[in-house]
C-alpha cells in the first residue's frame, strides 16, 4: 500500500513537472538564477591584456548586440598583477593598465556591462602571479572596492590543499565567505577542474564550478595532458576536447540548479581549429547543458559565421531557461559497429547520443549529437523524449505519450552571413525583436534577439520566432522525432503540445 501511495505521488510529481523543485532551491548569493554569459580574454589571448583590449572588446560587445542578446561579463584573467602593495593590496600592471582597475570598472558599468576578475585559491596564479590563499578577506575587499562583479577563482599553486572534498571546499568557502563580507554581489566562479567532486558540494558556496581540465580548440582529439575520459579524475589537465568534456559532463549535468551551474569551461567558437558544425555543436552542447557561456574569442575581429553561432537566441533561451534543468544523455551509442580495425575508443570512433530536457512552460529541449566521420539519420522515440516519466516506477499512463507534438528547429532561423557581416561592418544594428526583423532602409533579415528589451521567459511566452526557431514537423502520438545529423554536428529541437503542453498539465491528472 505504502509503495503504491509513493509510486502515485512520484507520477504526479513527474507530471507537475519541476516547478516546485526549482522553486526550492534558491542561489545561495541571490545570482546566477540562469547561467551567466559574457566574454574571457583567456582563450584567445593569454597572457596578453590590457585595459584597450577589455574596452575595445566591450565596445564591440554592444556594437554587434552581443550585450543585449545577454553576454554581460567581461572578464579579465590570469596576468594583470604587478604582485602586492608594501602594505599587501593587490595591484595591477601600471603599463597594461594605465588609468588602474576601478577605471576599467567604470567604463564597463557606463556601458551595461560587468567585470570580472580574476585568482587563485593558492600561493600564486598559473601565471605565477600572486594569489589569495590565506589572503581571501583582504582581496575580497580590493575586488570590491574596484568595482568587480565577478570573481573566476583558480586552483594552482595550492599548497596540496586537495584530496577530500572538505579540503578543498574549505579552501574554496574561504574566498565565499569574504566576497560576502564585502556586502557587494559578486558572481562567484570556482575554477578548480573537478577536482575532489565540486558538483557534490559547492552549490552553498559557489555560482559554478568546473567540472573538468581546460578545454582547448579541437572537438575531439585525444591529448595525453587530458588524460581522463570519465569525471572522477585526479588528473584534469588541459587541452581537453570538446566531446571529452561533454562527455565527463554528463553523468553530473544534474547536481546544477538555479544559482550553480557545472562549468564546462569557455567557449572556443570563433578560435578556427573546428568547423563551423563543430562549433555549433560545442555552443549548442553548452546552452543546453546550462553552462556558463562565456565567449572566448577575438570579438573585435569576429568574422560572420562566428558572430551567427553566438548570437542564436533560439539556443541562448535554452540555456537562460528559468527552470534551469540541465538537458539529460538518454543515449549514447558508437557512431559505428565497431570491429578489430577500428578503435574502441569513443572518441576517435565517434558516437551518437540523443539529449532531453524539460523547459519553462511545458516545453522539451531535444538533441541528436553525432561525433561520427559520416552524416546520420537518428531517431529517438517517445519514451526516449519523456525517459524521465515512464521510469517514475509507476504503471500510471503517461499523458505527455499521447500528445502531438509540435517540433522546431533551433538552428533554422540562424542569422545569415550577409546580415552577420552588415552588422560587423557597422551598416545595420540588430532588430529589437523578430518581428522587426528588417533594418527600415535594408533588405537584409536579421534574425536575433534582444533580452536587455524582453526577458528569454517573456519572449518565449510570446512565441517570438527568434526563440522559436522554426516549425519543421509534429511528433504523432507514440510516434518518433527524427533528424539527419551531420558528421561532427547536431540538431537542436524545442518541442512544444499542440495540447497546451504544461499550461495545462493539471488537466492530465
Ligand atoms: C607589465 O606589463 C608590461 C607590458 O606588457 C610587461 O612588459 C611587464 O613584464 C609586466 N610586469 C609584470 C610584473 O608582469
Ligand atoms: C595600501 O596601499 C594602497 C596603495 O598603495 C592604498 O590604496 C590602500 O588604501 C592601502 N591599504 C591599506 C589597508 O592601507
Ligand atoms: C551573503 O550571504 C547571505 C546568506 O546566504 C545572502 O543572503 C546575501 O545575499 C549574501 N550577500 C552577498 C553580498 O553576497
Ligand atoms: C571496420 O571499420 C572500418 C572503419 O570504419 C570500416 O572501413 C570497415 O568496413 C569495418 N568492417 C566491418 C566488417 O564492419
Ligand atoms: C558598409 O559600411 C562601410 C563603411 O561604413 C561602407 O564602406 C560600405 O559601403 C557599406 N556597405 C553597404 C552595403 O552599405
Ligand atoms: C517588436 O516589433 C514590433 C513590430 O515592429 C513592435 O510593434 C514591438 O513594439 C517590438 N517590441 C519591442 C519590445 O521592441
Ligand atoms: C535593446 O533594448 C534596450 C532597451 O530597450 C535598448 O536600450 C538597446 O539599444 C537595444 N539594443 C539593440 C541592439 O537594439
Ligand atoms: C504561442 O503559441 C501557442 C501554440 O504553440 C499558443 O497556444 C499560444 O497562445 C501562443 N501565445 C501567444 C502569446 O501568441
Ligand atoms: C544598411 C542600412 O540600411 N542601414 C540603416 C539601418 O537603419 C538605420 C536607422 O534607421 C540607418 O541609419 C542605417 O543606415
Redesign the pocket.
Known sequence: MARSIIGYLATIAALLDFEASAAGTASYNGLALTPQMGWDNWNAFGCDVDEELLLSTAQKMVDF?LR?LGYYYVILDDCWSDGRTSNGTLQANATKFPHGIPYVADQLHSIGLGFGMYSSAGKYTCAQYAASLGMEKQDAQTFADWGVDYLKYDNCYNEGQEGTALITYTRYKAMSDALNATGRPILYSMCNWGQDNPWNWAQTIANSWRMSGDVYDSFDRPDARCPCTTYECTLPGFHCSVMNILNKAAPVLNKAQPGAWNDLDMLEVGNSRMTDDEYKTHFSMWAIAKSPLIMGTDVTTMTAQTLSIYSNAAIIAINQDPLGIPALRVWQSPAQPQNETYSTDAYTAGEKSFWTGQLNGGDYVAAFVNSGPAPATLTATMNDIFIDLVTTGSNAPVPRLMQTWDVYDLWANRMSDASAQAIITGNM????NATSKSNATSTLPVQTY?A??MSYANGVTANDTALLGVKVSTIAPMGTLMAQVPSHGVVVYRLRSQGGGGMRKRDEL
Open positions: 548586440g543585449d544594428t540588430m532588430a529589437t534582444n536587455t528589451a
